[in-house]
């Protein structure tokens, strides 16, 4: 995975804080960080300079750096439940089209907000402590489980396969595509197809295996 670096003897512009909302301007400071670092490239004073304030400031609303990561990460989990939810759609027409749908909704998440992404899963925060990133996640994954449970009844009632290994085995390749070919540098590697239609194919090939046909 590769990250924009600043050039040598490159720095950063601080922003110039005019605005009263300053939880929201470090949010964004820490984001433009993220994509130009990434998420574990740069201090908590450094996202105070980058939003124009001093390294004191940001205490008026984060306890440190991970507080910040985890706001960041949590408004990524809500734009990634509404993006999958969308793309779901209850399962509307048919479980597998919507199915097709809810994958290609993962992989643009991933391609269109990458920073987000990062924060989301590469930063490193303890999700476990945080009670509302927590339940954000949760609610990102139930919309996974119920594809899940739309696709598993799909299959005989004697070879049903657990809807929950389903659900976290699609998740695995998901995210397996977006990370190696979904974020803009496609791992150095020309695929012969898009990352969205390698990922219907992997998906098909797992469903068939498991014994879960489309009608």
């Not at 940001?58 to 939810?85: I, K, N």
């Not at 009670?131 to 299959?155: N, Q, S, T």
């Not at 969205?196 to 009608?215: D, I, K, S």
């Amino acid at each position: 995975m590769s990250w924009s670096k600043d050039e040598p003897g490159e720095r950063e512009e601080p922003r110039a804080y005019h605005h009263g909302n300053l939880r929201e301007a470090l949010i964004h400071a820490a984001l433009e960080l993220i994509a130009k670092k990434g998420a574990a490239g740069f201090t908590f004073a450094e996202a105070a300079r980058f939003a124009g304030v001093s390294p004191a400031a940001p205490y008026r609303h984060f306890r440190d750096r991970d507080e910040l990561m985890a706001s960041v990460a949590l408004r990524g989990f809500e734009q990634f439940e509404a993006a999958l939810a969308r793309a779901w759609d209850g399962g509307r027409p048919q479980a597998f089209a919507a199915l097709d749908r809810l994958g290609a909704a993962y992989l643009e998440f991933a391609r269109s907000q990458p920073a987000y992404y990062s924060a989301m899963f590469e930063a490193g925060v303890a999700a476990g402590a945080n009670v509302p990133l927590r339940e954000a996640g949760e609610r990102a994954f139930a919309v996974l489980r119920a594809a899940a449970d739309a696709i598993c009844a799909a299959a005989p009632a004697a070879s049903r396969p657990p809807s929950l290994m389903v659900a976290l085995h699609i998740w695995a390749m998901a995210h397996g595509v977006a990370s190696l070919f979904g974020r803009g540098d496609g791992a150095q590697r020309a695929l012969p197809m898009s990352p969205a239609e390698l990922l219907e194919a992997q998906t098909l090939v797992y469903l068939r295996g498991l014994g879960v046909r489309a009608a």
